[in-house]
């Protein structure tokens, strides 16, 4: 489906928004265009995984999951946007997936931890706390994989501000 007319530029706007509140700063229409779709990639494997696991109740799945979590943390790329940048987008003939910016890894690291702790809870018998956490994971990854709105990354917007691209020279400061 091509979207034309004033309801593309909506349609960009609110994604140029959603991708640049979670770090993406600067891409063009163009850049947007080609991969926007895609940048739901990444989120949709990791919503996959984390329902599969918390439904299962697998102890092992999750700290999968909360381990390939920490490499998006503290790796360049996410391994699943490594996946597509690799193999994927070579199929799909699209361009690949921009780099991960702080706010991003940010987000991982906390997916990393909490399902570290879904988990733990799993492992020690508390199995209706790990559906609680495991479940309420998966409906904060829901938005992401589906319209790119990333809740933890938009609270950070309320907490601490926008992020700013590293070319752009700090704030004056204040009299």
């Given amino acids: 489906m091509t979207i034309t007319g004033p309801s593309r530029e909506r349609h960009l706007q609110t994604t140029r928004r959603r991708l640049e509140v979670q770090g993406f700063l600067g891409m063009s229409d163009a850049e947007l265009v080609a991969v926007g779709r895609w940048m739901r990639f990444t989120p949709s494997c990791n919503?996959?995984?984390?329902?599969?696991a918390t439904a299962?109740?697998?102890?092992?799945?999750?700290?999968?999951?909360?381990?390939?979590m920490a490499v998006g943390a503290l790796a360049?790329?996410?391994?699943?946007?490594v996946l597509y940048n690799t193999l994927i987008r070579r199929v799909t003939g699209t361009d690949p997936l921009p780099?991960?910016?702080a706010r991003r890894k940010i987000t991982f690291a906390v997916g990393a931890f909490w399902l570290s702790a879904t988990a733990a809870l799993f492992a020690s018998g508390h199995r209706s706390a790990g559906y609680v956490l495991g479940f309420?994971?998966?409906?904060?990854?829901?938005?992401?994989?589906t319209v790119q709105l990333c809740v933890l990354s938009e609270?950070?917007?309320r907490l601490i501000g926008p992020p700013r691209?590293?070319?752009e020279p700090p704030p004056p400061p204040a009299r």
Avoid: E, R
């Fill in 99 to 101: 780099s991960s910016g």
């Fill in 155 to 157: 609270t950070m917007v």
């Fill in 56 to 68: 299962t109740a697998s102890v092992w799945l999750l700290a999968g999951v909360a381990v390939i």
């Fill in 136 to 145: 309420l994971m998966a409906l904060l990854i829901l938005p992401l994989a």
């Fill in 165 to 167: 691209q590293v070319s």
């Fill in 76 to 81: 360049p790329a996410h391994p699943f946007d």
């Fill in 47 to 52: 919503l996959a995984l984390t329902v599969a």
